[in-house]
């Protein structure tokens, strides 16, 4: 089974720069999520889809950050304009179908890593 | 407010060691717990979790975890650690619908 895909793996952009980085989940996942880690930190919720609405987006930095899932599949994640402090590695996941508390598992893309210089 | 947090940042130990790293949550309610593992290089995988019932839950590669729900805890624990287990451990709390991850560990394993 294929995993899920991110692009590119590794992004280098100067301050005030606009970067995508896009993601491809598991065929079948309706959910799916983007997480910030930031160097030294555990992976921090930005949004998550669920198909293509957004199930919760509160800890996404709305001036700067913009994600889209426009046909319940692919996504991608924006930054406009880039800060010092966005350098981390985006991380993308997705799961299946999460309705009424349950959870259910979520499988890691390798991500993309970001440097702001 | 909520948060997970893991005791240890850094942790050394040689081959054969018995392992146990701490992670302590505070959430109102039910919560579900799990353990992910990032080896170098790799993605973050699923190490494993507890939902309900025996508090002791068995993962992959001989990792066990005890949920103590008075102490808010979830260690991480293995009798006998390997070179193969140096990676990034992340204790994660889900609550409703978003996964909450600790800091996380490193862990290196000398031969």
């Known amino acids: 089974e294929a995993g899920v895909a991110q692009s590119p793996r590794y992004k280098i952009i100067e301050k005030r720069q606009s970067v995508a980085f896009w993601c491809n989940p598991i065929?079948?996942?309706?959910?799916l999520y983007w997480y910030q880690q930031i160097l030294g930190q555990g992976p921090k919720l930005l949004i998550q889809?669920?198909?293509?609405?957004?199930?919760?987006d509160s800890q996404l930095p709305k001036d700067r950050f913009s994600a889209e899932r426009l046909k319940g599949v692919d996504s991608t994640l924006k930054i406009q304009p880039a800060k010092l402090e966005d350098s981390a590695v985006y991380l993308c996941?997705?799961?299946?179908?999460?309705?009424?508390?349950?959870?259910?598992?979520?499988?890691f893309g390798p991500g993309t890593r970001l440097t702001v210089l | 407010a909520q948060s997970v947090s893991q005791h240890n940042h850094h942790v050394i130990l040689s081959e054969a060691a018995s392992l146990e790293l701490g992670c302590n949550y505070s959430?109102?309610?039910?919560?579900?717990l799990f353990w992910y593992v990032q080896y170098p290089g790799q993605h973050l995988q699923l190490l494993l979790k507890?939902?309900?019932?025996?508090?002791l839950v068995k993962g992959i590669k001989g990792f066990e975890a005890e949920f103590i729900k008075s102490k808010f805890s979830f260690n991480l624990r293995k009798p006998s650690v390997q070179w193969s287990d140096t990676a990034e451990y992340f204790c994660?709390?889900?609550?409703?619908?978003?996964?909450?991850f600790g800091k996380g560990t490193s862990l290196l394993v000398t031969p």
């Open positions: 996941a997705s799961s299946l179908w999460v309705s009424g508390g349950r959870y259910n598992e979520q499988f």
């Open positions: 065929s079948g996942h309706a959910t």
């Open positions: 889809f669920q198909n293509n609405g957004v199930v919760d």
């Open positions: 959430y109102g309610g039910t919560v579900n």
């Open positions: 507890y939902f309900s019932g025996d508090p």
């Open positions: 994660a709390v889900n609550s409703g619908y978003a996964l909450n």
